[in-house]
């Protein structure tokens, strides 16, 4: 069970992934201007209906919509003010999804090149620890696969010199030269059993 993946220096660089992050933050801008348009407009379709047929003996209509237009004009000048903040917000919380997704990438790259002895390893606080922990495991079944597969392999390279050096010795000894093949034998079959495990798309079939 491997060890839940944690790299504890601080992130500097909070733009890693620029579309993935401005897609992140844009999608929490928008979300945020439509909820203050639907409270704005609520508020000033409740307070319209609900006091302005009250309020048009105290106060003239007129006067009314100059109130009514201030409160929009207020909501609108504290949500530019308020945008700078959530712009942070969602830089801030998409560099925890952005970060991870980078160093990711880059470990996956680095197994396409043959590098299975490298781990998942994420900052305190990010998020995909999951995903990590998972792809941690799956490397290192790969990096087990192969290291008993190179094994096999340098036992069967071994068995065969063995055997080609009894075939040339005269007399011949069989029986030495059986056990031999036997071993080379079951030394490929457990090669093949460790690669049947996993399921390929094309697969060589004797004929």
Known sequence: MSAEPIFRRRR???IIKRGLQFRYIGIVFVLAILAS???GYTVFATGWTLLGAKLANVYPQGRLLVVLKATNMALIR???????FIFILGLFFSHKIAGPVYRIEKSLYEIIKGN?????????GDELWDLANLLTTMTESFNNSVSSNKDAIVKA????????KLALTQPL???ALQAAIKNLQANIEEIKVSLDKWTTEKSSKPS
């Open 37 to 39: 348009l639907v409270t």
């Open 173 to 175: 000894d069989s029986d």
């Open 116 to 124: 299975l002895t490298l781990k998942f390893r994420l900052r305190k």
């Open 78 to 84: 504290n949500l530019l003010l308020v945008s700078p």
């Open 157 to 164: 390279q071994r068995e065969m010199e063995i055997a080609k």
């Open 12 to 14: 500097r660089q909070y």
